[in-house]
């Protein structure tokens, strides 16, 4: 049966100089190849578009390889089991895998996470319940380590996982502070999403902003977005505060913002403050927090955790999700869908 | 009895532009006041002096407030009790105390520490077993957290801190490289206290000689200098590093050789590698380590651990032995001998 359908792809053309374009990739067609035993067939329903991608755009040393040409881009999907040689699933599944940007993919039966639609929305899992959740949830717990009472700050507050730690801290107790482009998106993270102020990092006393919005200074930075906007909440943190790096989207694109003093000054106050910097991927964690996933779909079903995604529909708007993601014109998780379930 | 003493101090005479000079001093004799109850009066035999002072000279935010004008410039010293208003001291005995670079000075009982010569050399109270053998010690143990057969580089390795770092590292089964100015110093750190490797900052192929020194990378890195040796040292971490910043002395007087993209190269870094970075002072680990002054004699009677002191003699020695210090002309800890016990 599967021998008869073509899988579309979308495939890395050329490293970008600069931002991603359209010429950074192309689309193909290929067959689907035979199952062997153990794997299961299935095709993408949704995709999730990521930043950490643009790393991997690179040629050079990151935690995650380079792209090769001709490679198809990496992602995680939800997914329909089509045929299935593997005696955990059947056709009709789904399932939450590393499905790529394409329509079909097979995989391991053991690479595949079941998704139980009883629980949460399917498009859960490529959000709060997925790896986007999770970089939240167990970023800010382990790496962040945040305590009732206390200050958190969060850089790329509109964007898939900072939404996401803003809520988590405040199921903890503490005072959350956003920081994102445009005094549209800080509204919204501040009125939908629960955050106690949101800073624009574009208004011309943003720094002045986040002095106000952080009277008692800051205990936990859980950066997205590196550049000057660290640099401005470093000026900020308390004596023994925990700094998260999870991501640098400022510098994705090879822009320099950073001065001559800066990282002079930066090692400065780790010691003058006696700061901890730790700089972690999401599986890093996985084994500090079996509890995730139930604990996260409670909050979701309590509604003490909102998720909000920038939907795009259709395969041929993989690449514009991206692109949009990418200009932090998106708000929350972008994700693109490419199929109905059947 | 006391009121007939009088007591020399060295007291802050202007903030050094640079690097600090005999004029950034002055000398002054004043009388010894009277003791109040609980209190002893102590006369210094030995007294220490430390790079953070210079950190005192400026006048901005640091984790030890600027020194004012007229202060008398603090350090530990090795006292003897000249007189005594509380019972847990009898005149004659020995004390670890703030002592400060004067003649006599007057503290509470309870702020001194009892110097047992049963257990050590008294001198070792400056060395290894006081502040200087804690921040090795704490630092590297709390901070640091090496593991057996990991990788620990620690800069200025031929200071006071530096060369119990690297000991204390042996004795937790650690490869220790070290890095020193000039190769006469570097020689002495392998030969006499069983580093493994020490390299030379100032040789034109630093790096190199650094990266032939770490075959498998460096798990821990206890930095005392920042500016290029840590950036040097920063390229060769292992995922999952772990940096002790304990001293920045290559900013001490205030020089920047930071480059526009280091901040964001370290960052970068931070990220990829997965670092835990964390800046502390010897105050933070305390309560940490209360077996320390039992296991550190422990070594220095067995032999595990060595110290060694670069001695001056009389109170007029005490600036030229800072500054000294801070030109990094010392090998070892620097303390000033001003007086013989009675």
């Known amino acids: 049966m599967t021998s008869n359908l073509l899988n579309r792809q979308v495939a890395f053309a050329a490293r970008p100089d600069g931002e991603p374009t359209a010429e950074t990739f192309f689309i193909r067609e290929v067959p689907v190849t035979a199952l062997e035993s153990g794997q299961i067939l299935c095709r993408n329903l949704m995709v999730s578009v990521d930043p950490y991608l643009r790393l991997k755009m690179y040629d050079r040393e990151s935690y995650t390889p380079p792209l090769e040409f001709g490679e198809t881009i990496p992602g995680r999907s ?16 789904l399932v939450a895998i590393q499905g790529g940007w394409q329509e079909y993919e097979i995989v391991k039966a053991r690479h595949a996470e079941r998704v139980d639609p009883a629980l949460a929305n399917p498009v859960s899992w490529l959000g709060a319940l997925g790896m986007t959740g999770f970089t939240a949830y167990g970023g800010l717990l382990s790496v962040g380590q945040p305590k009732e009472g206390e200050t958190v700050v969060v850089s ?29 998106k800080c509204a919204r993270v501040v009125s939908e999403f629960g955050f106690d102020a949101c800073v624009d990092y574009r208004a011309a006393d943003f720094e002045q902003q986040l002095t106000e919005a ?8 859980f950066d997205n977005v590196g550049g000057e906007i660290a640099a401005a909440v470093t000026r900020r943190l308390n004596t023994f505060a925990r700094v998260a790096i999870c991501g ?23 010691l003058v403050r006696r700061l901890t910097i730790r700089g972690f991927i999401v599986y890093d964690l996985h084994k500090n927090h079996p509890e995730f996933t139930e604990v996260m779909s409670g ?23 991206f692109l949009g993601m990418l200009s932090g014109k998106n708000f929350g998780k972008s994700i693109v869908r490419i199929a109905e379930p059947s």
């Open 248 to 270: 640098l989207i400022s510098q994705y694109n090879g822009q320099s913002d950073s001065d001559p003093k800066a990282m002079e000054e930066y090692l400065r106050w780790i």
């Open 214 to 221: 952080t009277p008692e200074g800051v205990d936990v930075y």
């Open 156 to 184: 790329a507050a509109a964007g898939a996982v900072g939404l996401l730690v803003g809520q988590v801290a405040r199921q903890v107790g503490c005072r959350v502070v956003g920081i994102a482009g445009g005094s549209e």
């Open 299 to 321: 909050w979701l079903r309590e509604g003490k955790v909102r998720e909000v995604f920038q939907r795009y529909d259709g395969f041929e708007q993989i690449v514009p999700a």
């Open 78 to 93: 939800v997914a329909q089991v089509v045929e299935s040689a593997a005696p955990e699933f059947k056709a009709g599944d």
